[in-house]
C-alpha cells in the first residue's frame, strides 16, 4: 500500500484573524506541521491544496447564507489565499487549487499549480521571494495562460496519485465539515483506501462536525480519531 497525505486548505482566510476563519485553525496549521516532520517516512507523497477564488460568482456573497454562498476569501493572489505560517511547507511536492471560477470543496476539484507560484520550502531549488513564492511578477490570469500554453491539459490531484501509484490517502485540513469532508469523500468514492486524521482537522460547530464524520464513515472513510 503506497499512502500519500492530502492537505486540505490550511489558509489564512480559515485560520484566526481569516476573512472565513475556524476556531483552531492555526493550532491544526502547527500541528499538521508538526505531524510532516514526524511521520513524512510514512507517506510516498505530500500534496496540499488551497481555495483559490478568481470569480466564483454566487459562491462569494454580501449577504452569506453559509450554505452555498459566503464572505469573500480566498481571492487568488492575496494573502488570504497564501498559507498559514505555522504550516510548515518544505515538504509538500505538489500544490491543487480549486474554485478559480465556480466553487469547489473538494481537493479532487483541483488542478496542479505551477511551480512557480507555490510555496518554496529548504527542498526546492527555485529561488523564492519573501513571502516563501517564487518570483515570476504573474498574476492568476497569466499563469493560468502559461499553464495552459506549456503544459497541455491541467493535471487533477487524482491523475497525479495515480501516476505515482498512491492507492491510499489520509486527509486532514480545514476545515472538517466541508472541504475535508469532500475531499475525503471524493477519495474514497475514487478507489482510494481514505482515512481522516480528526486531530489534525477543525470545523465550524460541533454538531456539523459530528455529522460530517458521520457521513463520512457511512461512506467508507476511516474517522481516526486518536
Same mark, same amino acid.
Given at each position: 500500500?503506497?499512502?500519500?497525505?492530502?492537505?486540505?486548505?490550511?489558509?489564512?482566510?480559515?485560520?484566526?484573524?481569516?476573512?472565513?476563519?475556524?476556531?483552531?485553525?492555526?493550532?491544526?496549521?502547527?500541528?499538521?506541521?508538526?505531524?510532516?516532520?514526524?511521520?513524512?517516512?510514512?507517506?510516498?507523497?505530500?500534496?496540499?491544496?488551497?481555495?483559490?477564488?478568481?470569480?466564483?460568482?454566487?459562491?462569494?456573497?454580501?449577504?452569506?447564507?453559509?450554505?452555498?454562498?459566503?464572505?469573500?476569501?480566498?481571492?487568488? &493572489? !492575496?494573502?488570504?489565499?497564501?498559507?498559514?505560517?505555522?504550516? %510548515? #511547507?518544505?515538504?509538500? $511536492?505538489?500544490?491543487?487549487?480549486? =474554485? /478559480?471560477?465556480?466553487?469547489?470543496?473538494?481537493?479532487?476539484?483541483?488542478?496542479?499549480?505551477? &511551480? !512557480?507560484?507555490?510555496?518554496?520550502?529548504?527542498?526546492?531549488? %527555485? #529561488?523564492?521571494?519573501? $513571502?516563501?513564492?517564487?518570483?515570476? =511578477? /504573474?498574476?492568476?490570469?497569466?499563469?493560468?495562460?502559461?499553464?495552459?500554453?506549456?503544459?497541455?491539459?491541467?493535471?487533477?490531484?487524482?491523475?497525479?496519485?495515480?501516476?505515482?501509484?498512491?492507492?491510499?490517502?489520509?486527509?486532514?485540513?480545514?476545515?472538517?465539515?466541508?472541504?475535508?469532508?469532500?475531499?475525503?469523500?471524493?477519495?474514497?468514492?475514487?478507489?482510494?483506501?481514505?482515512?481522516?486524521?480528526?486531530?489534525?482537522?477543525?470545523?465550524?460547530?460541533?454538531?456539523?462536525?459530528?455529522?460530517?464524520?458521520?457521513?463520512?464513515?457511512?461512506?467508507?472513510?476511516?474517522?481516526?480519531?486518536?
Amino acid at each position: 500500500m503506497s499512502r500519500a497525505l492530502i492537505v486540505v486548505d490550511v489558509q489564512n482566510d480559515f485560520c484566526e484573524n481569516g476573512s472565513l476563519a475556524v476556531e483552531g485553525g492555526a493550532a491544526v496549521a502547527a500541528a499538521v506541521s508538526e505531524h510532516i516532520e514526524d511521520r513524512h517516512g510514512d507517506y510516498a507523497a505530500v500534496v496540499a491544496t488551497q481555495d483559490w477564488h478568481v470569480d466564483p460568482g454566487a459562491h462569494f456573497s454580501e449577504t452569506p447564507d453559509y450554505v452555498d454562498s459566503w464572505p469573500v476569501h480566498c481571492v487568488a &493572489d !492575496t494573502e488570504g489565499a497564501e498559507p498559514h505560517e505555522d504550516f %510548515e #511547507t518544505d515538504r509538500v $511536492e505538489a500544490w491543487f487549487r480549486k =474554485g /478559480e471560477y465556480e466553487a469547489a470543496y473538494s481537493g479532487f476539484e483541483g488542478v496542479l499549480a505551477p &511551480d !512557480t507560484s507555490t510555496p518554496m520550502g529548504v527542498f526546492e531549488e %527555485e #529561488t523564492a521571494d519573501d $513571502e516563501g513564492f517564487a518570483n515570476t =511578477g /504573474e498574476s492568476a490570469e497569466d499563469e493560468a495562460e502559461g499553464s495552459a500554453a506549456t503544459d497541455g491539459p491541467s493535471q487533477s490531484l487524482d491523475d497525479w496519485l495515480r501516476e505515482r501509484g498512491i492507492d491510499s490517502v489520509d486527509v486532514v485540513g480545514l476545515a472538517t465539515d466541508h472541504c475535508v469532508k469532500a475531499t475525503a469523500l471524493d477519495a474514497v468514492d475514487a478507489g482510494y483506501d481514505t482515512r481522516v486524521l480528526v486531530a489534525l482537522t477543525a470545523g465550524i460547530t460541533p454538531e456539523s462536525v459530528e455529522r460530517a464524520l458521520t457521513d463520512m464513515a457511512d461512506a467508507g472513510v476511516e474517522v481516526v480519531r486518536d
